[in-house]
C-alpha cells in the first residue's frame, strides 16, 4: 500500500469533506487520519490516507478534478508509511531517550513577530514542533487582541528542558507574553 497525504483548502461550505472522502473511498483508498480547520471563511485540512500503488495516479487526477466540482483545491504528496502503533510509541527504549515530547503554552497581547521569534529559538535549539494551534480572541481587560498558542513539541535528547526554557523566557518577558513548558509522561 501506498500512503499519501492530501491537503485541501476551499471556501467553507457543507459536504467538501463527503466529496473528498468519496474520491477517497471510490479509488480503493483507506482514510487513516485527518485534521480540518476552519478559518477566515476557508476550510482547509491534511488527511492521511493508503491505496495500493495502482490508484495512486487516477485518485490524484480526481482529486484535483474536486476544486472545479465543489472549489477544493487538493494537493496530493506522497507520504511514509508508519503504523498507528509506531506513530504514538518509541521504536526502543534508546528511541525513547532520544526525545521527549513537551507542551508549550503562550499567552499574550497580539503583536507581529510572535510566532517566528518562538519558532526561531525552538529551531536554534533544535527542538521540533510537532503539532501547533494558535488563535486569537478579545483581551478580557484593557482592550486589545490577546494570542493564544498551543504545541507539543520533540526535544532531542542531551537537551534539558531547563535550557529551551531559557532560550525562550528573554523572548517572553521582552514580548510581554506568558509562556509554560510542560513535559509530557
Known sequence: MTHL??????????????????????????????????????FAGIVLIEIPASGVQELTAAAAALEGEVGLAVEVTQGRAQS?????????????????????????????????????????????????????????????VLFEAESVVSVPAGLEIEVVRAALEPIADELMVD????EQA
Open 5 to 42: 497525504v492530501l491537503t485541501a483548502i476551499g471556501d467553507d461550505r457543507e459536504g467538501l469533506v463527503s466529496a473528498l472522502s468519496r474520491t477517497v473511498e471510490s479509488h480503493g483508498g483507506n482514510w487513516l487520519d485527518s485534521q480540518f480547520s476552519h478559518l477566515a471563511g476557508k
Open 84 to 144: 498507528p502503533e509506531a506513530a504514538e510509541a518509541p521504536a526502543s527504549a534508546a528511541d525513547a531517550q532520544a526525545a521527549r515530547a513537551v507542551a508549550v503554552r503562550l499567552v499574550g497581547l497580539d503583536r507581529p513577530g510572535l510566532v517566528r521569534q518562538i519558532s526561531t529559538a525552538l529551531a536554534e535549539q533544535r527542538v521540533s514542533i510537532g503539532s501547533f494551534r494558535s488563535w486569537t480572541s478579545s483581551a478580557p481587560q484593557g482592550g486589545g
Open 179 to 182: 509562556l509554560e513548558l510542560d
